[in-house]
């Protein structure tokens, strides 16, 4: 360190060359919000001069032009998941450094979810030589409900300990158990302690939270969110010193409300950042990452300036990331150049002084990783599902059965109905209600084995059969259809795969994702892993699922925190009493 | 830690009697920037709840009414220097508390220059059980330049490591010798290692500094200042990113112009803070403490709510203590009430949730500190000087000599001047010259028992003398005077009282203020202590010292970092080349 320093203290005062001297930019100054005319220069990987367009030191190794282009700081993403890009960590860099995200704080929630401490340890592994700068929460919710559902892995306040002491790892990451916090109940309360105790940010996610509940969720230790959606909601927790992460994600977005929460207090607060959370591959593909974020905040009213502002310093001070979030002396050298400040695409990124990107397109090679974890088929089913498996049989003699079916009515909970529906062949037969189908969870950790099976009402899959080890949380095998043949094709084509999404009709495979990493991630790069997906999307389409994201539909239906009502691999659950239903009506 | 969280989150949620609530006060949300009507819960020393003027939960065991009151954080004094109250810590916090100062950062630098690791662990053990909360950073030049002068320790990298390792312990203090950041000199590169390898806060002291100077300054690891003052000084280092810690103190302001700054900028950036670096008591008793700060700033042109963040939340985030510095839950219950934000002045100030101070006046009592270094005489003569000790002797045979002389002018750097004096009975006469008087400088903490006398000018000092221990920065016995006689007394009179300040003419004290505690700190309070230091300044002004502020004057004559020269304990000094320079004109 003292050496590395030294070098970069004669450097900044002209003693040896710079590495870099970024001529003719218009900085764009995040602490006092000014906007003026500044060379950069950079030595060992940070600034080291910012300052009147006429650098007088000696020539420097290199120089970059940059007139008629604004300087901004490199743009940190506070939270976000890189499994929902379906892509690898490498690609993932890859697809966001060119829109100008040099810093993302991850949540491996969901390689978590499967592969318990390795698949955190494989994040970091992944991570730790890409220009992308990656610091690690420690996923506080693995499963998100034990006593409902069968994950990869269980942590417990000991994993939590342990995980907070790895390097790069910031804190804990978004507490979604906001009724164990608020509550104080044993196993929050011990996973908060580890890292209170240490000191380290806990993230939040807290949705609808708001009064008493919302400061004794506060009080508890989380102390952020990104869940708010509405103005009340959203200026609330702004009030009481919340760290608000406006969000543009592929399921939602809080930037256009937060937009008019900035205009009328005339400023961006200090505690509001940015996040995108969870983004598939064609939204990442044709909207970009953080790049999005911020012109969709110019666009909702905040002034430039101040959506580049929240897009960095203040994640930076969020996460306690001092040595970044702005372009001054002694700070990391990750630097955007963009032409239009209020319509910012980045025309070059650097990251540490070393350009990565230009025109949207990586310009340096990225570490190719070879992991174990990435050669490993994570799909440990028993055995792959036959036909008959699947199949949702009567009890034995009833000629008709009353079913409770989970219910999905587009802006509502989730619901339960019952129906009635005829028996044949012993099997329930849904033929004559085709806005019903079956919903099949298959434990696929090698843990139990088990599986279960429902129905489920609403979803538009009209025909044919999707399956998915995309399933929110545990990621356990999904499998929605209207047969079982149909059903269990996809279930081995997934399996065979080591992991994906797969969508079938009339026995044959209409699209289909590989996601071999861990079931959640491919090794392909952007623009041929966003097509795939597309054509998956295209697919379900077909088979009569609404709306521009049926995906989203999918891989929620297990998740057991969603209210009311849920599907995982031990059967229908209410998710507010935490309890299984019994999937005959007769009984309780 | 758990289970005082878990009785937070109960009174939180309104499951347990909150300890206090704040009843119809006006908030400053230092957020957002709004004001608006909020009741304020307290729970075990925290905030609990900030929300609708209408408590929902079960009886609050106590009420306090603030209508017509504005709410605001406890004042954050992000650079102080306790020693220059003259007050004990005890003393010194029932001294600022009542004017809202509830956090200060102190920097032990003097009692460091006396007592080395024992004064500051004195510091720590004298502010462990005070309702001022105290946080220390580690004092990073002791001595300020060791070639020059005898202090009582000297803090190498393993004192500073072994420091920064101890409780309530938060970064290096200000490093003033950036000669030696920039240049990266050893000794200041090792001690700067030991703070960047625990990557605590590291803060900076460079008055003037700019270009390519001042970035090397920040790259090599400090990155705040207190000392600039003009116009461009401040809006430059505030645009580097600088945590510029606006000050009012004794002897300087820079509010007045940063208030031009805000004012231009449109809001307080989040790298302004606010600080006192060094108050004598009498400024403290006439104008207040960090509420004077405030007062100033809004008369500067700071928004009032802008001054308030500034010094709260700015302050907290600065030095990374994010459990205050707002009114939130999960804040410290460190809460002001005042009548007139425009104009603030604490009508109560509570710590913790206790109400501490009321209408400018301590409501608890202090632990009354006993401490073995208080009770120590760190006035370590060999003997008290004789009169003929401090008579400047002429060589042998010289009927006159030609003898450089510290030359004072306002306003210029200190200079040197060569004189003619005669000689009698081997005695250098001054008689003829009254602007022209003694200075001696004993090393008082048991070192070496050397000294140095010369000769000064333009002190103002017409008749008599003036001793102190209080003499930046080795704080050895400094003598000013006219006889040998009179500088003797005073000099006796403050090695009996362990330290102090005394002015004596004629044979006769004139007043004197004893500081048994290091030579630097009284055990008595403000209101007693005040009229001593203001008595002594008139009684200086009586002997010819001119301008408002005598005192900034002698406790600065050893500074042997103040351009372009001084006297230590070994001698004159050229503060720039730091040499030193013989008295006799004719020697080299």
Redesign the interface.
Same mark, same amino acid.
């Given at each position: 360190?003292?050496q590395a320093?030294?070098l970069?203290?004669?450097a900044?005062?002209?003693d040896r060359p710079l590495d870099l001297l970024i001529e003719g930019a218009t900085l764009v100054?995040v602490?006092?919000?000014?906007v003026y005319p500044a060379d950069i220069g950079i030595a060992g990987g940070?600034i &080291?001069?910012?300052?009147a367009p006429t650098w007088?030191?000696p020539e420097p190794l290199a120089r970059l032009q940059a007139h008629g282009k604004f300087a901004l700081p490199g743009f940190i993403d506070t939270h976000v998941h890189i499994e929902s890009s379906m892509m690898s960590p490498a690609e993932f860099a890859a697809a966001v450094l060119p829109h100008g995200t040099t810093t993302v704080v991850i949540d491996p929630h969901e390689v978590a979810n499967v592969a318990g401490l390795r698949g955190v340890r494989y994040m970091l592994r992944a991570t730790a030589d890409l220009p992308l700068r990656v610091a690690l929460q420690v996923p506080s919710c693995v499963p998100a409900v034990p006593a409902l559902e069968t994950a990869g892995a269980e942590f417990g306040p000991q994993e939590i300990a342990e995980m907070l002491s790895w390097e790069r790892v910031i804190g804990l990451a978004e507490v979604m158990d906001y009724v164990g &916090?608020?509550g104080?109940g044993e196993r929050m309360?011990?996973i908060?302690?580890a890292a209170?105790?240490r000191g380290v940010v806990i993230s939040g996610h807290c949705p609808g939270l708001s009064?008493?509940?919302?400061?004794?969720y506060?009080?508890?230790?989380p102390?952020s969110d990104h869940e708010g959606l509405g103005y009340e909601e959203l200026?609330g927790k702004?009030?009481?010193?919340m760290a608000v992460e406006a969000r543009v994600s592929s399921f939602s977005e809080s930037i256009t409300m937060l937009g008019a929460i900035v205009r009328q207090?005339?400023?961006a607060?200090?505690?509001l950042v940015m996040c995108t959370d969870d983004i598939f591959p064609p939204d990442l593909a044709r909207c970009g990452h953080m790049d999005h974020v911020v012109r969709r905040a110019i666009a909702a009213g905040f002034p430039p300036v101040d959506a580049v502002r929240t897009a960095t310093?203040h994640g930076a001070?969020r996460h306690?990331l001092y040595d970044r979030g702005?372009l001054?002396?002694?700070?990391l050298a990750d630097i955007l150049l963009v032409s239009d400040l209020s319509n910012p695409r980045a025309d070059e990124v650097l990251v540490g002084g070393q350009l990565v990107a230009r025109a949207g397109r990586m310009v340096v090679p990225l570490p190719q990783a070879t992991d174990d974890l990435e050669r490993e088929n994570t799909v440990r089913l028993p055995r792959p599902p036959a036909a008959a498996d699947l199949a949702l049989r009567a009890r034995p003699g009833q000629q008709r059965e009353r079913v409770r079916v989970l219910s999905l009515v587009p802006g509502q909970p989730r619901g339960l109905e019952t129906i009635e529906l005829p028996v044949r062949d012993g099997v329930l037969d849904t033929s004559a209600t085709p806005d019903v189908c079956l919903i099949a969870i298959l434990e696929r950790h090698g843990r139990t084995g088990g599986s279960s099976l429902a129905l489920v009402k609403g979803t538009g899959l009209q025909r044919g059969a999707v399956a998915s080890t995309v399933a929110h949380d545990s990621h356990n095998l999904l499998i929605l259809g209207h047969t079982p043949g149909d059903m269990a094709l996809a279930a081995a084509q997934i399996a065979s795969w080591g992991g994906g999404l797969c969508c079938v009709e009339g026995g044959r495979v209409l699209a289909g994702v590989p996601l071999p990493i861990a079931g959640l991630m491919s090794p392909r790069p952007l623009h041929e892993l966003a097509p795939l997906v597309d054509a998956l999307g295209q697919a379900l389409q077909g088979l009569g699922m609404p709306g521009p994201n049926p995906l989203g539909t999918i891989f929620g239906l297990a998740l057991p925190v969603i209210p009311r009502y849920g599907v995982t691999d031990r059967g229908l659950v209410d998710t507010a009493t935490q309890a299984f239903i019994p999937l005959w009506a007769d009984e309780e």
């Open positions: 360190m003292a320093t030294s970069r203290v004669e900044a005062r002209g100054n602490f006092t919000r000014e940070y &080291v001069h910012v300052g007088q030191g &916090v608020i104080q309360r011990h908060l302690d209170l105790e009064g008493r509940e919302l400061a004794a506060i009080v508890g230790g102390d200026l702004l009030r009481l010193g207090l005339g400023f607060p200090p505690n310093l001070q306690r702005a001054a002396p002694g700070k």
